[in-house]
Every structure is written in structure tokens, then in C-alpha cells.
């Protein structure tokens, strides 16, 4: 991974500010972290890890608030078998296919509630949640794919923030995704610049930087597609 340091540095070189005079450390890096936000808010799999979720009793279960989580990717399995053993593949299915095989599948007195998870239902637009069937007894975990949002640069500077060693700290996200955040900070830089033609290099930043999320958006979804087939 990439250090905000490195982007910062070569940020100074292409704006002309090797001093970091007009555009401080600390500057650049709120508007890395707001590059990264907008990057993992359209394309959530640029941030992602394997978390062992423990589930509550019931169908309907939340992600947990302390992890930043921005989406839920996919549940692969059951966790938590004797002796570190896999568990039961869990496949992805429909609230609507449920509904209809089994109307009354919320129910425990219908369809008891097992520690064992056998599919689970994900709404996109409802990012922080998702069911599993049969219900859970409150025992059950579950080995899922989530999107992270990375912590802040800012938050994690440690050191002085006019020093560029200081921001030696990794931005969290594969080195591919370099260029189209070092378009997004040049892109805020020359927005607040107000010298000539300040406003169209920014316009062209903002255009590579929304061209790259575009085209790794179309690629992300051309990839789903085919893997569901």
C-alpha cells in the first residue's frame, strides 16, 4: 500500500509547491481522506476484508458500528465450528423467493431458529443490514465480505503536521487506486487556486478522477454479472 506521504510529495511537485506554502500537509490530507471516501462509497470493494460476524437471535441482523463498515459484500460461510473447522456454505437469495416458498419463515413457531445459517437476504439500500434463514438462535457467526472504510490520514498523524515524514502512514488502499486520488487532490487544489485557468485544470482533474470511477464502477458490475451466471 501506498503512503500518504509519497502522494503528498509528488501532489507539491506537480502544483508547482515543493514547500507545501500554498497548500499545507494537513490540507491535502483532508482532501485524500475525502478522495478515499468518495472512491469506497462507489466502488466498496476497493476497501474490503473477511470479518466473523456473531448474529442475534432472530432473521434480521445489523452490522456491527465499530468496524466502519460501508457495505455488506457477500457471507461466504458458518463460522465458529469445533476445532477451527469450516462450516456450511451459506448462498445469497431473494426476500421475495422466501416470502413465497415461506411465508412465515420470521416465525420460530413455523420454522424454528438454528444456530446454522443456510441463506441469508441482502437490500443494497438498506447497507447496515441483512436476514438470514432459517432465524437464528443468538449462537450462530458468520464469515462475511464487508467494505471498510479506511480511518482518516488526519486522524492518524502522530508526528508534526508541517513535517512531510509525519504523514508516513498507509492511505489503506491498493496502490491501483494512486492516480485517481492524486486527480482528486489536484483537482481541490486548483479549485481553490485563483490564478488563470486555475478552474479548467481542475475541471479536467475532477473529469479523470469521475472517469476512473465510472469505468471501475462499469467493470465491477460487468464482473458480478458474470459471476452470477
Known sequence: MTFASAVFKRASGLLFDEDFARWSLHELAEWLDEGVKTLVSVKPSASSR???????????????????????????????????????????????????????????GYVPFRREVRQYVHDPALPDEFYVFPGNDGTGKVLAAVSILPESIASRLSGEPDVLASWNIEIGLHEQYDGALMDY?????????????????????????????????????????????
Open 50 to 108: 473477511q470479518v466473523e460476524l456473531s448474529l442475534v437471535r432472530g432473521t434480521r441482523q445489523t452490522l456491527p458500528a465499530d468496524l466502519r463498515i460501508v457495505q455488506l459484500l457477500d457471507i461466504m460461510r458458518n463460522a465458529g465450528g469445533s476445532n477451527g473447522s469450516a462450516g456450511r456454505a451459506i448462498r445469497p437469495t431473494t426476500r421475495s423467493e422466501l416470502d413465497s416458498n415461506e411465508p412465515r419463515w420470521h416465525d420460530a
Open 185 to 229: 487532490i489536484l483537482y481541490r487544489a486548483n479549485l481553490k487556486e485563483d490564478t488563470a485557468g486555475a478552474p479548467a485544470r481542475a475541471t479536467l482533474h475532477f473529469q479523470a478522477f469521475a472517469g476512473f470511477l465510472g469505468y471501475q464502477a462499469q467493470a465491477q458490475s460487468t464482473s458480478g454479472k458474470a459471476g452470477g451466471g
